[in-house]
């Protein structure tokens, strides 16, 4: 069981996969101007 999960970050999540039409819905999940960033993290310590 994930214990940071909660049902309150779950709707809030559909409804940017639906609206950006995203497929997959994960956490932690950064989407910028409907574009999903799945490396974040990475292009972060790069700048």
């Known amino acids: 069981m994930d214990r940071f999960a909660a049902p309150a970050y779950t709707h809030p999540q559909c409804e940017v996969a639906v609206n950006n039409r ?24 790069r700048i």
């Open 22 to 45: 995203m497929r997959n819905i994960y956490t932690p999940q950064v989407v910028v101007n409907g574009r999903d960033w799945p490396q974040w993290g990475n292009a972060q310590s």
